[in-house]
């Protein structure tokens, strides 16, 4: 810090939450074979098959999240949004995040504080509609609407 005072558990805490978020995901996208049909990769890890995928062809809010992180990671962004933009979404949130608390480490600011300071509820709204969305999207796709 600044003012050479040492850096709080807090602080510590939420910048090692930080960096292993994108790491962990993209580890898991790269043990995961991206299942050709945009969704259904999660099956890899002993999840369930989607039941209203399965039951009536319709997908979850989070079909193919799994499948678009696998992608991403393996190099196909287009496949990835083309399988669920959300996925891809979750990944840039993950590494943003990341990128957000080195820059805010390395200028000796407390990540506690500066997190305190982020209008979560309209982040929460932004990212809620933008859910809706990729949900409504994948919905199209899966139906042959586009």
């Not at 003012?3 to 807090?10: M, N, V, Y």
């Not at 995928?53 to 991403?72: D, F, I, K, S």
């Amino acid at each position: 810090m600044p003012d050479g005072s040492p850096r709080s558990r807090e602080h510590r805490l939420l910048l090692l939450v930080a960096l292993a978020l994108p790491l962990a995901l993209i580890a898991l996208g790269r043990v995961l074979e991206p299942d050709p049909r945009g969704w259904g990769t999660h099956e890899q890890l002993g999840f369930e098959p989607c039941y209203p995928m399965e039951r009536w062809n319709v997908p979850c809010p989070g079909c193919g999240v799994t499948t678009a992180l696998a992608l991403a990671v393996h190099g196909r962004p287009l496949a990835a949004l083309r399988a669920q933009p959300l996925g891809v979404l979750v990944l840039l949130l993950a590494l943003g995040g990341a990128g957000w608390a080195l820059a805010s480490h390395a200028r000796g600011r407390e990540l506690g504080p500066e997190l305190a300071r982020v209008p979560w509820k309209r982040a929460a709204r932004w990212l809620a509609a933008l859910g809706v969305l990729a949900w409504l999207y994948k919905l199209a796709a899966v139906r042959g609407w586009l």
